[in-house]
T-cell receptor
Framework: GNSVTQMEGPVTLSEEAFLTINCTYTATGYPSLFWYVQYPGEGLQLLLKATKADDKGSNKGFEATYRKETTSFHLEKGSVQVSDSAVYFCALSDQNTGNQFYFGTGTSLTVIP | DTEVTQTPKHLVMGMTNKKSLKCEQHMGHRAMYWYKQKAKKPPELMFVYSYEKLSINESVPSRFSPECPNSSLLNLHLHALQPEDSALYLC????????????FGSGTRLTVV
């Protein structure tokens, strides 16, 4: 079946630190992979995506590369800001299972000045 | 218009009340979703509508009743809820292929008293 495993949080970093949030997946087909971000009191926003192996998604300084050989899609940012404090969800979709997403458990990030 | 609009943003209801949550999108997306999210947890799928037909019902109690009047609107009718139903209810939409990802609304924060 399909599933997503995310590193446990919470994660606390100082401003300008390097961020990595690990995400690995299992899928029966050829999934598309996503990172969503949820700021306090809000819905989920698509941060970046990759639809095939070796694709790199990027947005707002965040990057993630679709690694089929390691079934991973780790989120990275070189220098975090206080405004990046949020919960980050890794997710996959698989056309073989219809219009359905599989979410990881979420990783809470707090950036302190 | 690249948004999913949910109303109301906040709702407090008694266990004997009947209320409805509304969701609207004008992106031409043909799949729409209801998710329930408890604090510090990932969203849980409740219902999927594809081309205005209910395609997935994730064993949701009958006190939740979805309705899709047309391709742009999605309602969730609530009746005789329990306090444990208090959560953030998120609506989302997607194109036919979920490789494009979901667009989420900002949610309705529901409190059942």
């Amino acid at each position: 079946g399909n599933s997503v495993t995310q590193m446990e949080g919470p994660v606390t970093l100082s401003e300008e630190a390097f961020l990595t949030i690990n995400c690995t997946y299992t899928a029966t087909g050829y999934p598309s992979l996503f990172w969503y971000v949820q700021y306090p009191g809000e819905g989920l926003q698509l941060l970046l995506k990759a639809t095939k192996a070796d694709d790199k998604g990027s947005n707002k300084g965040f990057e993630a590369t679709y690694r089929k050989e390691t079934t991973s899609f780790h989120l990275e940012k070189g220098s975090v800001q206080v405004s990046d404090s949020a919960v980050y969800f890794c997710a996959l979709s698989d056309q073989n299972t219809g219009n359905q997403f599989y979410f990881g458990t979420g990783t809470s990030l707090t950036v302190i000045p | 218009d690249t948004e999913v609009t949910q109303t109301p943003k906040h709702l407090v209801m008694g266990m004997t009340n009947k209320k409805s949550l509304k969701c609207e999108q004008h992106m031409g997306h043909r799949a729409m979703y209801w998710y329930k999210q408890k604090a510090k947890k990932p969203p849980e799928l409740m219902f999927v509508y594809s081309y205005e037909k209910l395609s997935i019902n994730e064993s949701v109690p009958s006190r939740f009743s979805p309705e899709c009047p047309n391709s742009s609107l999605l309602n969730l009718h609530l009746h005789a809820l329990q306090p444990e139903d208090s959560a953030l209810y998120l609506c989302a939409s997607s194109q036919d292929y979920v490789s494009h990802g979901y667009t989420f609304g900002s949610g309705t924060r529901l409190t059942v008293v």
